[in-house]
């Protein structure tokens, strides 16, 4: 078995229009981000199925671990305020305590499994658009390639 990543890398001004509100609805978000203590800021947007938009950023905590990542906060407002809409696409942004950066940012290994299960739910694929603020943009067609050999709802049926 190969299994290949197939990321497109695309110029920032060669993003499509729909694409790129998306990817602004996320960039627009992250001064919205929950991040006293890593000063890393990251927010996602989503579009349901039924085009609306839901953003979601990361929420640290003073007890660490409490602290959510973006993606994650997104899908479950997204789930909470339209059940059952299936999530077309998610646009994550972020921005370093550095400043504005120039590569994209995939997401974490907790947000990976946490795609998959919307991937699982919806059945239908959920695309990736990762930008930094500045620089190309990463297209991903299906998030639930970011996580081959996934553990999901049918293993445990066994
Ligand atoms: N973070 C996200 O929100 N999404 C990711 O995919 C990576 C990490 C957040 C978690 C934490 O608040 C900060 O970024 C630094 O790890």
Redesign the pocket.
């Known amino acids: 078995m190969k299994l290949e990543l197939l990321l497109d890398e695309v110029p920032r001004h060669a993003v499509d229009p729909a694409r790129r509100a998306l990817l602004d609805a996320a960039l627009a978000a992250l001064d919205q981000?929950?991040?006293p203590?890593?000063g890393?800021?990251?927010?996602?947007a989503v579009r349901l199925a039924n085009d609306t938009v839901v953003v979601g950023?990361?929420?640290?905590n003073a007890s660490y671990p409490v602290?959510?990542?973006?993606?994650?906060?997104a899908l479950s407002a997204a789930s909470s305020i339209a059940p059952g809409e299936a999530v077309t696409a998610m646009a994550?942004a972020?921005r370093p305590p550095s400043g504005p950066a120039k590569v994209p940012?995939?997401?974490?290994g907790?947000?990976r499994q946490a795609l998959m299960e919307q991937h699982a739910r919806q059945q239908s694929p959920l695309e990736l658009i990762m930008a930094a603020e500045e620089g190309d943009v990463w297209l991903l067609a299906d998030a639930r390639d970011l996580l081959p050999l996934a553990f999901t709802p049918s293993d445990l049926r066994g």
């Open positions: 981000a929950h991040a203590y890593s890393f800021r990251v927010a996602a950023t990361n929420q640290e602290g959510i990542c973006a993606e994650r906060v994550v972020y940012l995939a997401p974490c907790m947000c």
